[in-house]
């Protein structure tokens, strides 16, 4: 912890950036959001494997956009949202420095986006088993399970949009949910405007999602909305073989198309 | 009596539609229900929840004075879901009603004072009701001076009254219209109102100001009132904040403790000074 | 006020003559995700009873995260309206924390008092509260720095306190006793206990008289960017609050048929305060989090006299980024 | 009475409505079960479209529009293709009957297979009966406010 919150006080102190972006501990033991301004408030910083926490939402706000020269305290899950980020062009207006700490605990800085892809495609991170487990009793269920199994999901949704909120792909001025003319998904929780709501977010983010899982990890009633972004990946590639958070380059797998791309569905 | 269900709307009658400018109507209603036409009285400066069912409430003022009895007026421009719907409606259609609410203007205070309105664009509506309170009870307040600029010559709302108030001998008009926004034919003022009310200083004795407009209007309107000698409790204005319920429950027309649906939307400039900025 | 006592062996058979007596229970439920959250249920055996402290509140009972105003049909020359107000069944809460209960005090005030809702009076006048006092508290329970303690009986009907063998009944109101009399047989009287022993055993946070004092000053407090600068603006915090009641109005369908809805909203969206101008009045979650906060601390105590917030800890344990609101209270009012 | 399964038919200006267009002036027979929304192209019809038409009350879907390569947009119908693939497997992993959305390619000189996709459409939603679970979950919460009702 000492090496890390040194090497960022290192930063701080030759200008490379004047917003940091980690962890600190909190009343209740669990690891939050902090944002470092200044040097006296370094030692705060943390950096565990309890920080399973996506930061690189914090990179669309405003707040955080004014200050130019950002450090961001990364895990695998960051990293990747950052490379996906950067391929969406999203990134354009800040100074990032991404920090990290690998399995032999040593510190890492990345400079180049480069880097970061080449060590996001070296720690390349699978479905968790819990995931694996869920996705399968799904897949092995008949299409009317299915259903039982996700209305009754949705029925609790109260349209919090912490999903929405937490996630760092959702990053537009302004949400589908939120236009209403004409309304697109109902405003009000209520079991088919759930679902409306589900779907779209899945198909908004089918191909973009990065599977850090945090929406399925902070759904207050419990919905695991993960799993939707999840399957889309999984499907998206197998079909087109396009990874999410895998290359700068990558761009998006529903915004370009292949000549050959195969169905068995269009008569 | 029972308590009447606040969420259950009074159902009007549109009886007259004009247009006062682009966008911008004015629907004068009339109920359907003689009863509910019993039971509805309000002050001016109160506002009400115009509906259209099926797309939603839209917040405004009433615009016709509470002199004149039988209907209401209210005009709007459309921007959103629920005013673009109203705009689409004709003669005769059935739109729900919601009111009043907010407290109202402190008219019996002014009787023999001087008044002065200070207004811009769309918001002159909440201050015609205002006005027009006023014309019909003429003899009992000193002078009347408005001064009233939209940005261009065809966005003045209610222009017939504007005439009408120009012709009156016992009114004092400054139309202006911002640089820019003038027609050949235009004989008024060019500039904006802050400007206009700077060079054509309202006097501070025995006088209250109404303020109602932008909040760049208020922001730059204020201190030149003030400047002339207008204590802060003299100034007047009509605040609007998004607003659901409008019966202080639905919690989006906040401004710190305030609920500017049940406490105003009438404040002294006094008591927007105590205000945080979030209005 | 009466007391009475109850044999722990007992309780479903009391819990299922409530349900006998015709009336919808609403009862803390463990769901597949772990988590426990009220719902109605047919029988004592459904009922979770190892919880500290259910996932949203119970205000649910009184205030639905949507509700019907009143449904129409537009005919040839007339609409009609119609309201369901009077299918409004008689329900009752089990298991809610004094927190929760006494949260329903406040929701009392805060839409009876001025303006009185007519929604929330119907709801609230069919229903009974039967509290269990908590003998376990979290990190997040604070409801002792808010002048609450876990075995007050403020605003609940019933509050039932686990004794080992026995069950200490606290009958507060006339609708807890017709509660009590749908299974009479099983209640013996009882002297007055301390139920001390029996409780949680949870230190006081912060002084709420000094935070009360000391928020009056805190609007321009630099903490409120710091703060908030780790809140993403969800609506999680005030969906599982108690005491959260802003709601929105909305209509569904047509203009021929449909009806006009009240949803729950949160003073944390960025939407919330914006004008159809586009311009809004809270630009910043910095303003919007201060809002919310200094609501409950502050502007429900200059209004209505009460701090509107009851320490059950919901907003802490929701919250995507784990956000404090005694810590953030803390720093600001420094 | 009989079940009339209602048909909502999402196609492009350029081919299938064309295509619906020669069925007509050639005097080709076909269900009456459809109606038809024009697009400009495949590419432009949101998967949001399909799901409102199902919510107000449609049994069935027909996506249809020009042949790859054919499209006058050079590539919308190859986007629409992906998009396609993965709303029916979002819609499929949800539990969504995907058999009720037909997709096909007609151009504008099949008026006979539009014809024919129409029918079989038709006939397929007819033997499936009337789309109902959307209207379920409504009535889910319209049962348990009975229940509550009865048990008062």
New interface residues.
């Given amino acids: 912890m000492k090496n890390l919150q040194n090497k960022v006080a290192e930063l701080f102190e030759n200008g490379t950036i004047n917003l940091m972006i980690g962890f600190k501990n ?10 470092i301004e200044k040097a006296e408030q370094i030692e705060q910083l943390i950096f565990t494997p309890e920080c399973k ?1 996506n930061l690189a ?2 990179l669309h ?3 955080v956009k004014q200050a130019k020269k950002v450090g961001i305290l990364a895990n695998v899950a960051t990293l990747r949202s950052i490379v996906q980020l950067t391929s969406e062009n999203q990134l354009g207006d800040i100074e990032k420095t991404i920090i990290t700490i690998n399995a032999q605990n040593e510190i890492l800085v990345f400079d180049k986006m480069e880097d970061v892809e080449a060590y996001v495609q070296a720690n390349f991170p699978t479905y968790t088993d819990e995931d694996k487990k869920l996705l399968e009793q ?2 092995n ?1 008949t ?9 009754e999901q949705f ?2 949704c ?5 999903c ?3 996630c760092p792909m959702c990053y537009c001025p302004q949400c ?1 949910v ?1 236009c ?2 004409p ?2 998904i ?7 405007g759930n ?2 709501w ?3 977010r ?2 908004h983010l ?2 973009r999602c990065i599977n850090c899982g ?1 929406c399925g990890r ?1 759904c ?5 909305v993960h799993l ?1 972004t999840a ?2 990946n999984q ?2 590639e197998a ?2 073989g396009s990874k999410t958070g895998f290359s700068c380059q990558s761009g998006y ?7 050959e ?1 195969k ?1 068995q ?3 | 009596m029972e308590q009447k269900n606040q969420y259950i709307p009074y159902k009007m009658r549109i009886a007259n539609i004009t247009e006062e400018a682009p966008l911008v109507q004015t629907y004068r209603l009339e109920f359907i229900d003689e009863k509910d036409a019993a039971q509805f009285s309000f002050r001016t400066g109160q506002f009400a929840e115009y509906g259209i069912f099926g797309e939603g409430e839209s917040t405004f003022c009433i615009a016709s004075p509470d002199t004149r009895e039988g209907y209401i007026e209210c005009t709007f421009r459309s921007t959103g879901r629920v005013t673009k719907a109203l705009a689409n409606c004709e003669l005769n259609d059935i739109i729900g009603l919601r009111g009043p609410f907010g407290n109202s203007f402190p008219i019996e205070q002014w009787y023999g004072k001087n008044i002065i309105f200070v207004t811009g664009g769309i918001a002159l509506p909440p201050l015609r009701s205002v006005i027009d309170t006023l014309l019909d009870q003429r003899e009992k307040f000193g002078e009347i001076t408005i001064y009233y600029g939209a940005r261009t010559v065809n966005d003045l709302v209610y222009k017939a009254e504007l005439e009408e108030w120009k012709n009156r001998a016992d009114v004092n008009l400054f139309v202006t219209v911002d640089p820019g926004g003038e027609t050949p034919e235009w004989d008024g003022l060019v500039g904006f109102v802050p400007t206009v009310l700077e060079q054509n200083p309202p006097k501070s004795d025995n006088a209250v100001a109404i303020v109602a407009g932008p909040p760049i209007l208020i922001k730059m309107g204020m201190p030149i009132l003030s400047k002339n000698g207008f204590a802060d409790s003299d100034i007047y204005t009509t605040l609007e904040n998004r607003m659901k319920c409008g019966v202080g429950k639905c919690g989006h027309c906040t401004v710190g403790k305030t609920y500017i649906c049940k406490d105003g939307p009438v404040f002294t400039y006094e008591e927007v000074l105590k205000m945080p900025k979030e209005y | 006020m009466e007391i009475k006592n109850i044999k722990s062996t007992n309780i479903p058979a009391f819990f299922d003559q409530l349900i006998q007596s015709g009336k919808v229970v609403i009862a803390p439920v463990l769901k597949k995700s772990g988590k426990v959250f009220f719902e109605s249920v047919k029988s004592y055996s459904q009922v979770a009873t190892d919880y500290i402290q259910t996932g949203f509140s119970a205000k649910s009972v009184v205030f639905p995260k949507v509700e019907e105003l009143f449904s129409f049909v537009k005919n040839e020359d007339d609409i009609e309206i119609t309201n369901n107000l009077q299918n409004i069944p008689e329900t009752i809460v089990w298991g809610l924390r004094p927190c929760d209960a006494s949260a329903f005090d406040y929701l009392v005030e805060f839409f009876l008092r001025e303006n009185p809702d007519t929604y929330f009076a119907a709801r609230k006048e069919k229903t009974t509260l039967i509290a269990v006092s908590c003998a376990k508290a979290d990190d997040a329970c604070f409801c002792t720095s808010v002048g609450l303690n876990p075995g007050s009986t403020a605003g609940s009907d019933i509050l039932l306190t686990l004794m080992g063998e026995d069950v200490y009944v606290e009958v507060n109101t006339e609708k807890g006793k017709a509660a009590v009399e749908t299974s009479a047989a099983l209640f013996t009287p009882s002297e007055e206990k301390s139920k001390e022993e029996y409780l949680a055993k949870l230190t006081a946070k912060f002084s709420i008289d000094e935070i009360k004092e000391r928020i009056k000053n805190a609007y321009e407090s630099a903490e409120w960017k710091h703060e908030s600068m780790g809140c993403f603006g969800c609506g999680a915090c005030a969906f599982a609050c108690p005491t959260c009641t802003c709601f929105n109005i909305e209509d569904e369908g047509t203009q021929n048929s449909g009806k006009r809805l009240r949803c729950w909203d949160a003073c944390g969206f960025g939407q919330f305060t914006k004008h159809a101008s586009g311009h809004n009045p809270r630009t910043n979650q910095t303003e919007r989090r201060r809002q919310r906060l200094m609501h409950k601390f502050k502007y429900s105590v200059e209004n209505l006299g009460i701090v509107s917030c009851v320490g059950c800890g919901r907003c802490i344990r929701v919250c995507p980024a784990h956000l404090n609101i005694f810590e953030n209270i803390l720093s600001v009012t420094k | 009475m009989e079940f009339e399964p209602k048909i909502v038919a999402f196609v492009c200006n350029w081919c299938t409505y064309a295509g619906a267009d020669l069925a007509g002036t050639s005097r080709t027979k076909y269900a009456t079960n459809v109606s038809i929304i024009r697009f400009p192209c495949t590419g432009r019809i949101d998967f949001m479209l399909l799901m409102k038409a199902f919510e107000n009350g449609a049994d069935g879907i027909i996506v249809s529009g020009c042949h790859p390569n054919d499209c006058h947009y050079t590539s919308g119908n190859f986007h629409a293709r992906r998009r396609w693939i993965v709303f029916r497997s979002v819609l499929d992993f949800m539990g969504f009957d995907t058999d009720r959305i037909t997709f096909s390619w007609v151009s504008a000189a099949e008026g006979t297979k539009w014809a024919d996709l129409v029918n079989e459409t038709t006939e397929k939603i007819r033997t499936k009966g009337p789309f109902t679970d959307f209207k379920k979950l409504d009535i889910e919460t319209t049962n348990r406010m009975i229940d509550e009702e009865l048990a008062k």
């Fill in positions: 909190s009343i209740n033991k669990l690891p939050v959001p902090c944002f926490g939402v914090y706000k405003p707040e799904l897949s269920m299409r009317e399970e299915r259903w039982q199994f996700w209305t029925s609790a109260v349209k919090c949009y912490a929405r909120a937490v589908t939120e209403n003319q309304q697109w109902k405003v009000s929780s209520e079991t088919t679902l409306e589900h779907t779209m899945a198909m089918a191909g945090e902070i207050p009633v419990g919905i695991p939707l399957k889309m499907d998206i079909e087109f797998a529903l915004n370009t198309f292949k000549p791309d169905e569905f269009i008569k």
